[in-house]
T-cell receptor, first 109, second 114 residues
């Protein structure tokens, strides 16, 4: 079952922060975050495992609330290079990795 | 090391025809997953192969099929094409499973059905 992402789209000015949310109706084992820039393949950002701590990747970090079956991706002090579509992927244990519909992030100068 | 290679990059087919897409994973990777990407629907899971066996299948009609060879290369086939099959088809390569580790995506095959 496809996880639900919000917001669907967001526009930021350079230096602003953003949060992208991902929720599932199923118990989750892990949450994965990918970014896809226009015309390119999705690229891995990070995995959050059940029982694991919050992850970070430069100024991009994420959290995973197992009880609520939710994850959030935090983008701090956004840069033009952060523009793209962000996908969360969820795994409920011995299931395929299924992705949400994506959140389109546009960072403008 | 070489990335994930998908061929062809672009295809135009007529309704009713069939098509075969190919994916060569990163050397040493044994898992290949296929996704359909359309505007507004995100990445829809098609199927996953590991060591020549289909491990998972998404909610797509039987017209969509796939296979994996002993060298881990994978193909997917769509028969009796419909206009709605127009999409970007992406394959993802993983060591064992995309659910456990980082998956590497290919550039995709853009299929247009007319």
């Amino acid at each position: 079952q496809q996880p639900v992402q919000s917001p669907q789209a967001v526009i930021l000015r350079e230096g602003e922060d953003a949060v992208i949310n991902c929720s599932s109706s199923k118990a989750l084992y892990s949450v994965h975050w990918y970014r896809q820039k226009h015309g390119e393949a999705p690229v891995f950002l990070m995995i959050l495992l059940k029982g694991g701590e919050q992850k970070g990747h430069d100024k991009i970090s994420a959290s995973f609330n197992e009880k609520k079956q939710q994850s959030s991706l935090y983008l701090t002090a956004s840069q033009l290079s952060y523009s793209g579509t962000y996908f969360c992927g969820t795994d409920s244990g011995n299931t395929p990795l299924v992705f949400g519909k994506g959140t389109r992030l546009s960072v403008i100068a | 090391k070489a990335g994930v290679t998908q061929t062809p990059r672009y295809l135009i087919k007529t309704r009713g025809q069939q098509v075969t897409l190919s994916c060569s994973p990163i050397s040493g990777h044994r898992s290949v997953s296929w996704y359909q990407q359309t505007p507004g629907q995100g990445l829809q899971f098609l199927f996953e192969y590991f060591s020549e066996t289909q491990r998972n299948k998404g909610n797509f009609p039987g017209r969509f099929s796939g296979r994996q060879f002993s060298n881990s290369r994978s193909e997917m086939n769509v028969s009796t094409l419909e206009l709605g099959d127009s999409a970007l088809y992406l394959c993802a390569s993983s060591l064992v499973s995309p659910s456990d580790t980082e998956a590497f995506f290919g550039q995709g095959t853009r299929l247009t059905v007319v």
